[in-house]
């Protein structure tokens, strides 16, 4: 994959106040609606093609491992990619990187960025579209993991984080029956004006239970993809269980990659 972006890739060695005027110029590059030739909304079907049916979607996951020194500290990252074709994985790549930083609340593709996009380095097909891990615009800058690495990469990308790190849902996100979304909205952390829709919060499954619920997932378009489209891809894409299919099979091998490391 080449580098669109080259002079935006996350440098871990700038200081705090630089890392966030770089995100602010990533959301500036950042395009928020759909620039693509496929269907998201049929991801989750064998037959789904990009321009024919002979030309299928190539839809990647990108997840995280990490790798602690003899003092117990993190210092590396297992970076994991899966690629998938009509439901079936194609591909899968990873690359073990130093870590340069510490996590810091938006700030986290300072310190993954690097190591995804090593992995990214990795493989042999160009995706259509990349699900990270994280957030893409929700995020206080508009400028989540998502929503970098599609920038410098210039391909697709969508956010899929597990928690709301910023922004406000419009209503009550408890106990949802599987397949509804609730739009989060920027407010008064976001530096954006407040009102814009940022992405969803996207119920993927739910149990038939009253007495438990499962917590929805929050979906942002990363880069070249509209908040829209992005829920409707990460509902396509949950074929069976919580987290689209390309995240949680790379959730599944970086933890397998690591094993093998320890071996």
Known sequence: MSTARPDLVPDGSLERDEMEAMQREIADAAVFEDEFDFDAATLGDPLASASSPDDPVTVVGVDQSFLTNEAGDQDRALSAVVAMRGGEVIE?????????????????????????????EELSVDPDLILFDGSGRIHFRQAG????????RDVPSIGVAKSLLCGTPTEDTENLPAGSRVPIESNSRVDAPDGTL????????QYDSPDRYINPLYVSPGHRVGSETAADAALALATSYKLPDPVRLADG???????????
């Open 198 to 205: 940022l992405g969803y919060a996207v119920q993927t499954r």
């Open 92 to 120: 899968r790549v990873h690359a073990v990187t130093p870590l340069e930083i510490p996590y810091i609340p938006g700030l986290l593709s300072f310190r993954e960025g690097r190591p995804i996009l090593a992995a990214l």
């Open 253 to 263: 091998y970086a933890d397998e990659a690591k094993r093998g490391l320890d071996e």
């Open 145 to 152: 993991i998502a929503t970098h690495m599609g920038v410098v």
